[in-house]
């Protein structure tokens, strides 16, 4: 609270004048418009922000939501920014319902894919799961903060940036997004190309970076690896026994569509980056194929040389599959997670020795 006190006479300018205070609706349409980046599917809500961020939006938003009873959002932007701290305030309004971003504005009752949200606007935008740009007729940029007032030190603007660098790394943006802001004036813009923004996890269209954990289950531990998308999970299973290693990967979406990938499929196997793991026919083994609830599982023992394969890859993938037919994917990129892969592999043949 002390730093939001201090600096707040600290706003970002928008490139645009005279903008009017951000206004939010949710108009019913059809989905058939759906992002390019990621179909959100016809359950989830469209809000639509637009105008300049005040210190007060954050507030409004809240309201707009309760409201109208939303549950599940994506919220589209078409702003030139405006009071910084009001951007972070919104964005972590937004992340606390869980919801969803993205650019784009509503004309003749269906969603276009243009617009734009700058400066403070990228830092309510960065407040999304995930968050959706693909460019096009889409910006999203960035530049340096400013002060109205003269009196602010050189004190509290090294407080703002700290809050402004702790807050993008909370929503699972690269701090170095803060670095590049600061590289321009505050009177210019760095517009982020689509791939700038993927390297900077300013967006993720809807992944998430993967996550790994260690469980125990009857007395067992495991370790848990798991990558999170827009509409499904993907979950591997890495287990130890006797000095052996088991894979079982899996792809989370729901028991109905579970239950038709099961089905459908008649064989399955895992690939490690390029490189394919023991393909097998469905029934061959009793567990090669198995299907539990909402998860269709793959499973392997794996030998030392698979599981440096497996060490030396960046993705790992479960293939649930059918003859002539494209298979069903669990993809985990385990390149943030690979240290906690290794001493858990390590610990496991150490324990054989």
């Known amino acids: 609270m002390k730093i939001f006190a201090r600096a707040s006479l600290l706003a970002i300018a928008g490139f645009v004048g005279n903008a009017n205070a951000m206004t939010f609706s949710a108009p019913k349409h059809e989905f058939s418009d759906a992002l390019s980046s990621g179909n959100r599917g016809g359950g989830v809500a469209r809000i639509y922000a637009d105008g300049e961020i005040t210190s007060s939006t954050a507030m409004d938003f809240e309201r707009f939501v309760k409201a109208n009873n939303i549950t ?34 509503y004309s003749q009752g269906r969603m276009v894919e243009r617009g734009y949200c700058a400066s403070a606007c990228a830092y309510a935008f960065a407040g999304g799961r995930g968050r959706y740009f693909s460019g096009k007729e889409t910006k999203l940029g960035l530049h340096q903060f400013s002060a109205k007032s003269t009196t602010i030190d050189n004190g509290t603007s090294q407080e703002t940036s700290g809050l402004i660098v702790a807050y993008l790394q909370n929503m699972g943006v690269d701090a170095l997004a803060f670095s590049a802001s600061a590289s321009v004036r505050p009177e210019d813009i760095l517009w982020l190309t689509a791939q700038d923004a993927a390297k900077l996890r300013f967006s993720n269209n809807g992944t998430q970076l993967a996550t790994a954990e260690l469980k125990q289950a009857q007395g067992a ?5 798991e990558q999170e998308y827009t509409n499904w999970n993907a979950r591997f299973l890495l287990m130890c026994s006797n000095g052996s290693m088991a894979l079982s990967g899996g792809l989370l979406t729901t028991v109905e569509d579970s239950n038709f990938k099961f ?25 090669g194929l198995q299907h539990s609830e909402s998860i269709v599982w793959v499973f392997r023992e794996l030998s030392s040389a698979e599981m440096r394969t497996l060490l030396s890859s960046k993705t790992i993938t479960a293939w649930i599959a059918a ?3 494209v298979g069903y994917t669990a993809v985990v990129d385990i ?19």
């Open 72 to 105: 599940s959002a994506t919220v589209l932007f078409n702003s030139p920014g405006g009071s910084l701290f009001g951007g972070i305030q919104l964005g972590t309004k937004i992340r606390s319902f869980g919801f969803d971003t993205g650019i784009a504005t």
């Open 221 to 225: 531990t495991y370790l848990k690896v």
């Open 263 to 287: 089905e459908w499929a008649t064989n399955s196997y895992f690939t490690f980056d390029g490189t394919t793991i023991q393909p097998q026919r469905k029934g061959a083994t009793a567990e």
């Open 323 to 325: 003859d002539g037919a």
């Open 335 to 353: 390149s943030g997670v690979k240290g906690k892969i290794q001493d858990y592999v390590k610990n496991c043949y150490d324990a054989r020795r």
